[in-house]
């Protein structure tokens, strides 16, 4: 026969255990994003799904934009970069056409000329510059990555130089006439030579990694 003690513990340790479900529960609710939340994973499902889209709507723009530029080149990894030379030489002009009072489109040409530069040169030191060397154009390679440090020290003085400052426009003009002189080089000397020593599969291959590098850059 169960005493009055034993009535008693057999509550309290019923009471017991049922708070105990109550504060598990409360948990899982909260924190525990497990099968038994159903109310999670709609809502991860969700996140993952938009995280997806984005990432799937950058690469389309990236591979858009690659596509196009190297469209209007004719496929050509030589004529997508003089027309890289060609289009950045445009805007340096447009900044050479600035008046010292006009130091917010300065700026904002100065990150143009920036961004244009960057890819084009990641383009060629990841792939033309080694296929270069890979062919024994060695000496070649090395002088035009090397002019690519240049080129950054002039980024760096124009983006800190103060844009009214009466040394801004002939910064600007030595500089574009580093990137004339660069180009012209690649153009009419190197790109021309190492083109012509390879073969059609060879160039399309170039031409391929090129684009997947400026895609990155893009």
Known sequence: MATRNDTRDRT????KKSDNRRRSSNERSAFNFGDNDSGALPLLGALAAGAAIGIGANWARKFLQ???ESMMAGNEWDSILALEHKATLAKFDLLL???DSDTGKRASL???IHYALNKHAHQEEQVVYPALRQANETVDADHLEHEHGYVKTYLYRLENMEKD???FLPTVREFRNLIEEHARMEEEQVYPRFKNS???EQNAKITSLMNKEGMKMN
């Open 165 to 167: 400052s009466p040394e």
């Open 198 to 200: 390879l073969s059609e």
């Open 110 to 112: 100065v990150k143009t």
């Open 97 to 99: 056409a600035t008046e």
């Open 12 to 15: 309290r340790s019923t009471g």
């Open 66 to 68: 690659q596509t196009s």
